[in-house]
Nanobody, 128 residues
Framework: QVQLVETGGGLVQAGGSLRLSCAAS????????RGWFRQAPGKEREFVTF????????YYVDSVKGRFTISRDNAKNTVYLQMNSPKPEDTAVYYC?????????????????????WGQGTQVTVSS
């Protein structure tokens, strides 16, 4: 059974930095695409960033471009989210997810329903 466990969340000041990790267990996810989503209080869960299996293709929601960086270490079965210059509006529970590569719409990786596995989430709070 695959499990995803996020760590690294916490309280950070605006303009600081934070790195989230998402470790997978149960099987190798080196061939899986990975994503980070977030959910702020009273809002729906939203896409943040995506990385393909090899790490050479990434996408970001406009609001985090230039500030957040997704990366992966397949040897460690882990994906990371480096958050630089976070803003109070980045405050949310952050979830990592994994999906097996499959044919379909080219931007399916933006959709929650396309992911096979989810972590339990980690709270990130950005103070002003």
């Amino acid at each position: 059974q695959v499990q995803l466990v996020e760590t690294g969340g916490g309280l950070v000041q605006a303009g600081g930095s934070l790195r989230l990790s998402c470790a997978a267990s149960g099987r190798s996810l080196s061939s899986y695409e990975r994503g980070w989503f977030r959910q702020a209080p009273g809002k729906e869960r939203e896409f943040v960033t995506f990385i393909n299996w090899s790490g050479d293709s990434t996408y970001y929601v406009d609001s985090v471009k230039g500030r957040f960086t997704i990366s992966r270490d397949n040897a460690k079965n882990t994906v990371y989210l480096q958050m630089n210059s976070p803003k109070p509006e980045d405050t949310a529970v952050y979830y990592c997810a994994a999906r097996s590569p499959r044919p379909g719409p080219p931007t399916a990786w933006r959709t929650i329903a396309s992911y096979d596995y989810w972590g339990q989430g980690t709270q990130v709070t950005v103070s002003s």
